[in-house]
């Protein structure tokens, strides 16, 4: 009777604490859409952002975000997924392997502020001024240990019979990784890929000293851009209206791309499964 007191307890504690972190999920996401979407208009993605007290949009700060998010996943991505290759096929179990992935994890879980701050000492001061490049490279800092971890995950995945096939054929080793290996777990490395742009998306901190802000269009990486994380944190602070709006506004288009993201690299693997 005890027992049976205990077990049901039990799961009504685990069903009462899910229960409140899905009822705060839902909470913060109810806020957002109902803040965020009346400011959902035409201009929001039309018009640059507005002076103090203004009416705007955000076109500047979403297209300074896309560029400075893709020159980071383009430099993030060759590097993390050979480092990954790296650690599956070749370092493996060996000392320098190990120490890689300790250093690996080390960096994923280090705060993006410290990267901004590695960065800014690193770039920004070497340059003598903020910029996009600046930010990018804290970006791609940021999403290479997602993308080298997911890499070896994924290479591992694959049979040891299918790379034993490969060299009894004489292929070169470097020729199975690439011809076989990757064909048979590509979907899981971009899958990897699109988790660290969703990791990426939404980073503020490391962006305030790289890349700063700008109340301009520009397309040029030498120089500070405007970008959504930060205009969100400068206007949601700010006291007028107009701002905390496109606030909302912004929260809710990063929000919605990282939803997108998430739910595109749970639904790649199973279009591969039913396509095979």
């Known amino acids: 009777m005890i027992r049976k007191f205990k077990n049901q307890l039990f799961k009504l504690l685990c ?18 859409f109902q803040k965020g979407l009346a400011g959902m208009n ?52 060996s000392k320098t392997a190990d120490t890689i992935r300790f250093l690996n994890g080390m960096l994923m879980s280090a705060p993006s502020i410290l990267i901004g701050l590695f960065v800014y000492e690193l770039v920004v001061v070497t ?42 054929l004489g292929t070169p080793k470097w020729r199975v990784t690439m011809q076989l290996s990757y064909r048979a777990v590509g979907t899981g490395i971009v899958t990897g890929i699109l988790l660290s742009i969703a990791r990426i998306s939404g980073e503020t901190a490391p962006l ?4 700063l802000n700008s109340s301009f269009m520009s397309v040029n990486p030498n120089e500070p851009m405007a970008n959504l994380p930060v ?17 909302w506004s912004g929260a809710l288009l990063i929000t919605m791309a990282i939803l997108f993201l998430n739910v595109l690299s749970r639904a790649l693997p199973q279009l591969k499964k039913r396509r095979s």
């Open 15 to 32: 069903l009462a604490s899910t229960a409140i972190g899905l009822g705060i999920l839902v909470l913060i996401l109810f806020t957002l």
């Open 42 to 93: 035409w201009a929001l993605f039309t018009e640059v952002t507005p002076g103090p007290g203004g009416e705007g949009g955000l076109l500047n700060a979403i297209v300074g975000s896309v560029i400075m998010t893709g020159l980071g996943i383009l430099v993030a991505t060759p590097i993390g997924v050979l480092a990954g290759t790296w650690l599956a096929e070749y370092g493996q179990n």
């Open 127 to 168: 340059m003598g001024h903020f910029s996009g490049w600046a930010g990018a490279i804290a970006l791609a800092i940021i999403a290479l240990p997602v993308i080298i971890s997911t890499t070896e995950e994924m290479l591992k995945l694959v049979p040891t019979q299918l790379r034993e096939a490969g060299a009894g």
């Open 208 to 211: 305030l000293f790289t890349a």
């Open 231 to 247: 205009t969100i944190y400068q206007y949601a602070m700010s006291p007028y209206e107009s701002w905390n709006q496109l606030a």
